[in-house]
């Protein structure tokens, strides 16, 4: 696609509840990263993948987060039994790699997740 | 202390005036720069990208990097209405270059 696209925009489930998150990244971008924004807090890096395999989840704020990609593509973020605290934005991006010799990371929109 | 610290703002300006945004960091590892802005509901897009220390210039955009002092600025001439946006100083290095560490980003409104 043009850019990287995600989906649910906006998401509101309520707490305890399972969500997923997917991204969509451009195309031939073999890099996807998840990003967390917070009010307040800024963005925090949580998973990076190269192709299909993640060498660092360092990011991922406990065990109830995971994250997969398939196919070197689509990516999905899940949160188990969620909290009032993972209430933020969910960025996803993507590039070419290496990443910063030049190549430039592409961010999406986001999901805007809201735990009640 | 945070590894990138960025005043919050919130900063407002006349249209046509000069803006000047910085970012403080910790980390002498970084060795790639970068400032992203961010409108409401969007997501970040790059806006400048410097490696290691100098100044990079794009149309009405100047990115300086003191790693002496670690220090990075980002500069706005001639600021318009459409430059209001949050502002965010991005920047990585030391063998995770794909990993980004942001600051918290600058409010900035540019008043007509």
């Known amino acids: 696609g043009a850019g990287v696209s995600q989906s649910p925009s906006n998401k509101v489930t309520e707490k305890g509840k399972d969500v997923e998150l997917r991204c969509d990244p451009i195309?031939?971008?073999?890099?996807l990263y998840w990003y967390r924004q917070s009010l307040g807090q800024g963005l925090e890096f949580l998973i990076y993948?190269?192709?299909?395999?993640?060498?660092?989840k360092s990011g991922l704020p406990s065990d109830r987060f995971s994250a997969e990609r398939t196919g070197g593509s689509v990516s999905t973020l899940t949160i188990q039994r969620t909290q009032q605290e993972d209430s933020a934005v969910y960025l996803c991006?993507?590039?070419?790699?290496?990443?910063?010799?030049?190549?430039?990371?592409?961010f999406g929109e986001g999901s805007w997740l809201t735990v009640v | 202390q945070k590894e990138v610290e960025q005043d919050p703002g919130p900063l407002s300006v006349p249209e046509g005036a000069i803006v000047s945004l910085n970012c403080t960091y910790s980390?002498?590892?970084?060795?790639?720069f970068m400032w992203y802005r961010q409108y409401s509901r969007k997501g970040p897009e790059l806006l400048m990208y410097t490696y290691s220390s100098g100044n990079k210039e794009d149309g009405r955009f100047t990115a300086q990097v003191d790693k002496s002092s670690k220090y990075i600025s980002l500069f706005i001439r001639d600021s318009q209405p459409s430059d209001s946006a949050t502002y965010l100083c991005a920047m990585s290095g030391g063998g995770s270059n794909y990993k980004l560490t942001f600051g918290k980003g600058t409010l900035l409104t540019v008043n007509p």
């Open positions: 993948f190269q192709g299909n395999s993640a060498p660092d």
């Open positions: 980390n002498s590892a970084f060795q790639y």
């Open positions: 991006a993507s590039s070419l790699i290496p990443p910063y010799s030049g190549n430039t990371i592409y």
């Open positions: 195309s031939g971008h073999t890099a």
